[in-house]
């Protein structure tokens, strides 16, 4: 069967506050404001795996720009919003082990890019998924820059 594409974006605040690593990287500095990256698929295809994810950013600093994914089957609840820890209840409904990926692959139309590929069958997917995005450096972000993950599954 054909790989399903499916993208999905998110502008971060309009400041230029450093992260910490283990810092949230959302679209809200209110908690109850975040919106996760939220994933569907068309149920009818069976089960799906993921066969790869790919991170974009607006900025095309690499320095420091490592990222963990994190993929969830239910919208979390978390206590801080951008740029406080990455915090709540959502650990209960992680699908895999959170996905690394460094955007040190700056592009010459701008922003940078990290790609990351797995086996058919190895991480399983549910319908929606959701996703947060979690610094695991020092990153000085831009203002208002944007974040983007294309998610690559197969049945």
């Not at 975040?34 to 066969?51: K, N």
Request: hydrophobic residues 45%; negative net charge.
């Amino acid at each position: 069967m054909k790989p399903i594409l499916n993208n999905q974006s998110f502008t971060r605040p309009a400041d230029t506050t450093a992260y910490a690593a283990g810092d949230l990287i959302a679209n809200s500095t209110t908690a109850g404001s975040v919106t996760p990256l939220t994933f569907r698929f068309d149920e009818g295809i069976g089960p799906l795996f993921l066969r790869s994810v790919t991170l974009r950013k607006s900025q095309a600093s690499s320095a420091n720009a490592n990222f963990r994914l994190w993929f969830m089957n239910a919208s979390p609840t978390l206590t801080n919003g951008d740029n406080g820890a990455i915090a709540g209840a959502f650990l209960s409904t992680v699908l895999f082990e959170p996905i690394l990926l460094d955007t040190t692959t700056v592009l010459t139309s701008g922003g940078a890019i990290g790609t990351s590929m797995f086996d058919d069958g190895m991480l399983p997917l549910t319908a929606p998924v959701y996703v947060l995005i979690e610094a695991m450096a020092a990153y000085s972000p831009a203002n208002a820059e944007t974040f983007s993950v294309d998610v690559v599954a197969r049945s």
